[in-house]
């Protein structure tokens, strides 16, 4: 045996263990592992136990909305809606606690939130108004009765005993790990087992590849719609309320610029935009991968004007993988 | 007959003159319509702005239409408000613009159709005669250097937030800073342009710091940018005052962070009499009492911990039970 020939099966075992990889599946947890390397390299700082932390804090926010848009985008819809229920969210969070303290105040403004998630199902499933549509008309919506409720005032003066409640959520730490990412992991659990394990998951699902199989299997689809649209406004005020907790403050636009975040987030992390494929694991790669892209090139002192563009072309080619897979 | 003839004719002559005379009164007595345009009504600044506008309207008997933008990256949806106001007939416009270059092409077309313009503070770049009244964006960043670079005696990091980088008020702020603080080699600058929102100051301030465990202060151009800066040096675990802040105005609960101890310093001007003073402009504008071109510009002061308590607010504070 010559070296010619020990070369040349060497190249052809690498060649036959590269192709045996499921990319598909571990493609983006190891670009994920690839990134944390690549940036700890750039400044080491970057995997200081501070930083993950404050990082996945961030993460989990993102994680929140990012399965609300999963839902909707394995129901073959797509929600446009967020992140002004975000700012609603955030609005009659606060403006709830100024009346209930700062626990049923929370409560009352998430549940406000998920009612905007309501009724783009009511109108979707019932109204035959196609998603796109009716979830831009509740982002009008939405945006415009913050506005005119706040006059565009920026919602502050908790008490200091509220203040220190709804902190907690936000800011919080439970043990070692920030009090978002213990809820976070929680409800995406929950989650998780909605869609695998329960029948309703497995008709979200059907509903997304196949909408009249669906109905021609006597499935209730709209019941589908209506629970779909609602998780994903819940989600997304949830993930307003641990912003707004973190930051104690209401905020007109708060959720402004997150839409784009969740939709790329969401697409990013293997949700097909042609629905039906995908979950919530897949959610949570997104929103990681993500959160520590941004964080990391900030870190690594990377413009912000850069930082937009890695974002956005990162967020571009996760969309085109996404419909060339579907395509196949 | 004859006689008739003239007195219907006399009659119908004086009906025509009292008709002329009072259609004259009609038109005196019509309201003044105004539009105020500002680019993101949800800042805080803009928010007391607005208590100034309608202050002053109310005063002088004008009807005011307030428009927001909804962010600076709106120009399209600023243009396409300002083209709907002068399709409206309105009588004039106080602008406050997303961009200082993408506006330039309608402010043209608003002052070469005479519509009386006063643009306010957010500079639009049209070399046409035109009313302003602004804030000097390079006094302002010189403040906010002069006192981070006497708190860090001449040596130190300092992260710069002048919010959008569109924004010409911004740009001068961030060359106002940039050019004082290059008198001083010990000071390192670094600039981030972000969204003027909280979550933005807060995510870009904690990368940074942990970038630059080493940073001293920090510069920030809005209440928003200022709170999430705040919030994130109190995440990192910075002792109060280890990192200095200055902000610009004092809303959006700012006031209790610096009596905290978490802002040092704000950049201040009185922004509602600054609204105030616009309208007077445009109104003056409308009955051909003023001329463009005019260039006003108001004052900006420092205010610190040390005199949080005793500056004249009755310019920049509007009353806590107004809400609009």
Redesign the interface.
């Known amino acids: 045996m010559n070296a010619d020939n020990v070369v040349q099966e060497k190249v052809s075992f690498n060649i036959k263990f590269i192709e045996r990889i499921d990319w598909e599946k571990y493609g983006l947890p190891m670009a994920f592992i690839c990134m944390l390397i690549v940036f700890t390299l750039i400044?080491p700082?970057?995997f200081?136990f501070?930083?993950m932390i404050?990082t996945t804090r961030?993460g989990a926010i993102l994680f929140l909305v990012v399965s609300g848009q999963t839902f909707a985008l394995l129901a073959r819809g797509i929600d446009l809606s967020q992140g002004s229920v975000m700012g609603l969210a955030s609005i009659a969070i606060i403006s709830s606690i100024y009346t209930l303290g700062a626990y049923a105040g929370s409560i009352v403004g998430i549940l406000m939130g998920g009612c905007c998630g309501l009724i783009n199902g009511v109108l979707i499933a019932f109204l035959g108004i196609p998603p796109i549509l009716a979830t831009l008309g509740m982002l009008f919506i939405a945006?415009g009765v913050e506005?005119v409720y706040?006059?565009?005032?920026?919602l502050?003066?908790l008490s200091d005993i509220d203040q220190a409640h709804l902190f907690w959520f936000g800011?919080g730490m439970v043990g070692p790990i920030p009090t978002p990412v213990v809820f976070a992991l929680i409800i995406g659990l929950l989650l998780y087992f909605l869609l695998k394990r329960t029948a309703f998951g497995r008709e979200i699902y059907l509903f997304g590849s196949n909408a009249e199989a669906t109905y021609m299997a006597g499935i209730p689809t709209k019941r589908i719609i209506v629970t779909v649209y609602t998780l994903s406004a819940l989600l997304a005020s949830l993930g307003a309320f641990f912003?707004t907790a973190?930051?104690?403050?209401g905020?007109?636009?708060?959720g402004?610029?997150w839409l784009v975040l969740a939709i790329g987030g969401a697409v990013l992390g293997g949700n097909s935009v042609l629905g039906g494929k995908g979950g919530i694991w897949q959610a949570l790669l997104g929103a990681m991968v993500i959160s520590f892209l941004?964080?990391g090139l900030?870190?690594?002192?990377v413009?912000?004007?850069a930082r937009e563009a890695v974002i956005g072309a990162v967020i571009i080619f996760a969309c085109l993988a996404s419909v060339i897979r579907g395509r196949s | 007959m004859k006689k008739r003839i003239v007195v219907m004719t006399v009659l119908a002559c004086l009906f025509a003159t009292g008709l002329i005379f009072t259609a004259g009164n009609w038109a005196i007595a019509k309201d003044i319509e105004i539009a105020v345009m500002v680019p993101n009504g949800v800042d805080p600044y803009f928010t007391a702005k607005r208590y100034g506008y309608e202050k002053e309207c109310e005063k002088l008997g004008v009807k005011m239409l307030f428009f927001d933008a909804g962010g600076y990256s709106n120009v399209n949806k600023q243009i396409g408000q300002i083209e709907d106001m002068m399709q409206r007939g309105i009588d004039g416009i106080i602008l406050g613009a997303t961009s200082a270059e993408g506006t330039v092409p309608v402010v043209n077309k608003v002052i070469e159709k005479g519509v009386p313009l006063v643009i306010d503070n957010l500079d639009s770049r049209t070399k046409l005669p035109t009313l302003r009244i602004m804030k000097n964006g390079i006094l302002v960043g010189q403040l906010r250097a002069a006192y981070i670079v006497e708190q860090l005696q001449g040596k130190g990091k300092v992260l710069l937030l002048p919010g959008p980088s569109a924004v010409a008020l911004c740009q001068e702020e961030h060359k106002g800073f940039v050019d004082y603080a290059k008198h001083f080699p010990g000071i390192k600058v670094i600039t981030e342009w972000t969204p003027s929102s909280p979550d933005a100051g807060m995510t870009t301030v904690e990368g940074i710091l942990q970038a630059n465990p080493d940073l001293n202060a920090v510069a920030c151009f809005s209440p928003p940018l200022t709170v999430g800066a705040v919030k994130a040096i109190q995440a990192s675990g910075c002792k109060k005052g280890s990192v200095i802040v200055v902000g610009q105005m004092l809303d959006a609960g700012m006031e209790k962070y610096m009596e905290d101890g978490w802002l040092q310093a704000t950049v201040m001007c009185d922004h509602i009499e600054m609204a105030r003073e616009a309208v007077r402009m445009l109104v003056k504008e409308i009955k051909g009492e003023l001329s463009p071109p005019l260039y006003c510009e108001i004052d900006h002061y420092l205010v610190t911990q040390n005199d949080l308590k005793n500056f004249d607010r009755t310019g920049s504070s509007y009353p806590k039970e107004w809400r609009k």
Request: no cysteine; glycine share 14%.
């Open positions: 400044n700082a970057f200081s501070r930083n404050q961030q945006l506005l706040t006059g565009g005032v920026t502050t003066n800011g912003l973190r930051l104690s403050m905020f007109p636009h708060l402004e610029g941004d964080n900030i870190v690594s002192g413009s912000s004007f």
